[in-house]
């Protein structure tokens, strides 16, 4: 990696850390440890991106905070014990990226900001992770040595001033010799995410003759994106996918042939963004997927695992794969999973798709299994390790019936312990989390245990906790707490716990009393805080996870936009989103549906008879 002076760090700026998100009375797991690591290298690198040369204007904010996550994850990677942090970016922020910008409300990396208050809307993880994307696409377009060269450049010739995104690819184009007004406009000025997906063709003896990447364009956004990849094909040999071949090339538009994989024969798994170095979701083709659900745990290969198990997320999303499946992948490879951000974002991403993606029907009987595979794989970790605790906390979140909240209650009151796995003062409100969305645990209880942790943390966990408890008065009262506060506002922090516990439910039919306070009291809740914290919250305590459950949910959220059309532009935002959200819910739920039928269609014919 070529080296650089990037500046003096001359405008020494203030950095706050997070109590409830990075600092740590417990064991931390990995994920959050290597977190703490990015999150200061992210601040840090804003010395050179923002302090000394900062945008003109906020619609250049990726000029600070694309290039604080691509420095941040690339230095952690290079110089930190976190070597896999493009896996954790892969599997954690970037993901969450292409949710985002399939939403109605999405923008442009370079997006118009027509003041202060649409500020708000810009701090999202398409200027934050779709920006560092870009940027690591940008590297690899010219070469790491024009693209950091031209970064160079550009700090001395702006720096203690402002910039443009213009002044910024001028010293790129320079560097690399080669203009960038194309590929500024493709990848920086147009919205929307891309779908990869491998066409292939094989003759009667299994060897590919076509192979051509597809690149699927979003209807309100038809532009095709140049995207530097490597297409790589595996074979399971001993029982473990392992990469047979790789071939480097450019893909985009409708249909590229790949020539140089003809006479190959047709891999086990074929990935077309192999080893995760542009900007695309993929959907993998059906032999592939047959792999997975054959052989899918056996994968060793830590950015393998996450750009498989994301995938299958992404395809669940859209209405191509059954949520069921998603569900099954993840349960399988996970005692495998060598990056523990991996591991934790698909723990949270499986309670996602339980709750919002499968057939309520199959809810129950689903979560149970999905809880009992986790405390399975639980008894077989190795005591003391990472994975370990990630199952445990997994396990405390999928726990749906009495007796897996009795397993809990064993290792709250120490009847029972996990070699390796003592309770902390952390790991004990995730546990008794646990216990009371499974209805395993009292309102005194809980003030027993609030009692024993007066601190900051132990307020904002027990707030969580009680507003997990299971019942519609329990949720009521979160609300209250939240749009009614006796004392006014809460601190943010318990504001979001009270948001996160509120939506937390194992049945999520016991929101629906509280649906028609949620929704007229939404606007006051919003008008008392205003900004970062009220549209966080807001987005928390959406109720999406009523999807399935009440037959007009749909058409209220449509009523209350048009009713409140004249509502900050911050809320309308988070409120089309959760509509949007609630659409894709409906398909998906279709999906997993007729999955579920006996002689169920294919994956591909289930994606083609879902409703639009």
């Known amino acids: 990696m070529p080296q650089y002076n990037l500046g003096a760090m001359e405008n020494i700026g203030c950095v706050t850390l997070s109590e409830d998100r990075l600092l740590y009375r417990g064991r931390a797991s990995a994920a959050e440890l290597e977190e703490r690591t990015v999150v200061v290298l992210h601040e840090l690198a804003h010395m050179w991106f923002g302090n000394l040369v900062t945008m003109k204007w906020w619609d250049d904010l990726w000029l600070n905070e694309s290039f604080a996550e691509f420095i941040g994850t690339w230095a952690a990677a290079e110089v930190t014990q976190w070597k896999d942090s493009w896996v954790t970016f892969a599997a954690d922020r970037k993901s969450i990226a ?9 923008h442009a990396i370079v ?9 708000v809307s810009a701090f999202d993880m398409i200027t934050y992770a779709k920006g560092a994307s870009a940027l690591k696409q940008l590297a690899r377009y010219v070469g790491e040595n024009a693209f950091f060269g031209g970064v160079a450049t550009y700090l001395e010739r702006y720096h203690h001033s402002n910039a443009t995104l213009a002044e910024f690819l001028a010293e790129v184009e320079a560097a690399a010799q080669r203009p960038l007004d194309e590929w500024a406009s493709v990848w920086l000025e147009t919205p929307g995410v891309t779908t990869l997906r491998a066409v292939v063709a094989t003759d009667d003896a299994g060897v590919i003759s076509r192979l051509a990447v597809a690149e699927d364009v979003p209807a309100e956004y038809p532009v095709h994106r140049p995207h530097r990849v490597e297409i790589a094909g595996y074979e399971v040999t001993d029982g473990v996918p392992r990469r047979a071949w790789t071939l480097p090339t450019t893909v985009g538009g409708e249909l590229t042939e790949i020539d140089e994989a003809k006479g190959r024969a047709v891999p086990d798994l074929l990935l077309v963004n192999d080893r995760d170095l542009t900007y695309a979701k993929v959907h993998l083709d059906e032999h592939s997927l047959a792999t997975l659900d054959a052989y899918g745990g056996a994968i060793e290969d830590p950015m393998v695992q996450a750009g498989v198990l994301d995938a299958l997320w992404h395809m669940t999303r859209d209405g191509s794969l059954p949520a069921q499946r998603y569900v099954d992948a993840v349960l399988t490879l996970l005692p495998r999973v060598a990056n523990s951000a991996t591991a934790e974002s698909h723990v949270a991403l499986m309670v ?104 900051a ?42 948001a996160a516990g509120f939506t937390r439910a194992i ?20 008008d008392a805080n205003a900004g970062f914290v009220g549209a966080r919250v807001v987005k928390h305590v959406f109720p999406v996870q009523l999807t399935g459950r009440v037959d007009d949910l749909a058409a209220r959220v449509t009523a209350w936009l048009a009713a409140n059309a004249d509502a900050p532009s911050v809320l309308r935002k988070a409120v089309v989103e959760g509509l949007d959200h609630i659409h894709r819910a409906q398909v998906a739920q279709a999906v997993s549906r007729m999955a579920a039928q006996p002689g169920a269609a294919t994956t591909e014919e289930s994606a083609r008879r879902a409703p639009p």
Request: hydrophobic fraction near 45%.
């Open 98 to 106: 292409y949710v985002q910008d399939q939403l109605p409300t999405t």
């Open 111 to 119: 997006t118009e900001v027509p003041d202060t208050e649409a500020t």
């Open 352 to 455: 996602v798709a339980l709750r919002r993606y499968l057939a309520p029907e199959l809810l129950a009987t689903v979560s149970e299994s999905a809880a009992e595979s986790l405390w399975s794989a639980l008894a077989a970790a190795e005591p003391g390790s990472d994975i370990q605790l990630q199952l445990l906390k997994g396990y405390a979140l999928l726990a749906a019936t009495e007796d897996q909240g009795l397993r809990l209650r064993a290792l709250v009151e120490a009847s029972a312990e996990l070699p390796g796995l003592p309770v902390d003062s952390d790991l004990l409100w995730d546990l008794l989390g646990g216990m009371a969305a499974c209805g395993g645990l009292t309102s005194d209880e809980l003030d027993a245990y609030a009692a024993r942790d007066v601190s």
């Open 457 to 498: 943390a132990g307020e904002r966990r027990a707030a969580g906790v009680r507003a997990s408890l299971a019942s519609p008065a329990a949720k009521q009262a979160a609300w209250d707490a939240l749009v009614r506060p006796a004392n006014g506002p809460a601190a943010n922090a318990v504001q979001f716990e009270l």
């Open 507 to 526: 049945d999520p039919g016991v929101l629906v009393p509280v649906l028609d306070d949620l929704l007229g009291s939404l606007r006051e809740y919003y």
